[in-house]
């Protein structure tokens, strides 16, 4: 199973593609965590990084697809993969298209996560998540139980907050994704794959929905008109 998920930043997509990694065996690949690892290797590159990162602007595509191509022919890839935050511009989604092409794989639906905007700011400038195991928190609605302790893995002190979630480069974040992601539903949507999903029901609904999607048989059927 091959699938995309997207959304605006905050919608849902890296949560959304754990529980689907994990209930279906397809390998999330998220690029923002690939960049963000190439930044805490702390060279010249990841340096570079950090700046595009923290501006809130887009990663040129060239460096994008090379990493995504490379990703993607890896050995555990081969059953399937759910693609958290690529394709972000058209010349990616093309890309995609010729990288899948050449061998001979396709993708089973691209699934856009659809909230409202004001809900965005407040869920991305509360986010923090727990550094050793990734579960996610947030401080208007998901507090751990005991203070700076994980409910999940017990650890303490070991939340953290990305560098890019201030309201700021949150705003500008947006607003990239309205100027160049979300000029590739219509691409998606042309070729019959998109799928919408309801971003702001609570989160099991979500992956309800996304499950249904997913449901063998269920694409012929359900793709947006
Ligand atoms: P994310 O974790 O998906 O919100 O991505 C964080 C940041 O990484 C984005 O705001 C971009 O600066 C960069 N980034 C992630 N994926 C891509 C991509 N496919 N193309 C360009 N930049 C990206």
Known sequence: MNIILIGAPGAGKGTQARIIEEEHGA?????GDMLRATIKSGDALGQDLKK???SGALVPDEMMIEMIS???SQPDCQAGFILDGFPRTV???KALEKMLENNNRDLDAVVKIEVDEEALVERISGRFTCK???EGYNDYFKKPKVENKCDNCGAVDSFVRRTDDTPDTVRERLK??????APILPYYKESGLLQTVDGMLPMQDVTAQINAIL???AAES???S
């Open 27 to 31: 390998i999330h690949l998220s690029t």
């Open 176 to 181: 990239t994704y309205h100027d160049q992601t």
């Open 132 to 134: 050793e195991c990734g």
């Open 52 to 54: 595009i990162l923290d």
């Open 222 to 224: 359900a793709s947006e």
């Open 70 to 72: 490379h990703r993607i």
């Open 215 to 217: 449901a063998p048989g």
């Open 91 to 93: 010349g990616q989604a």
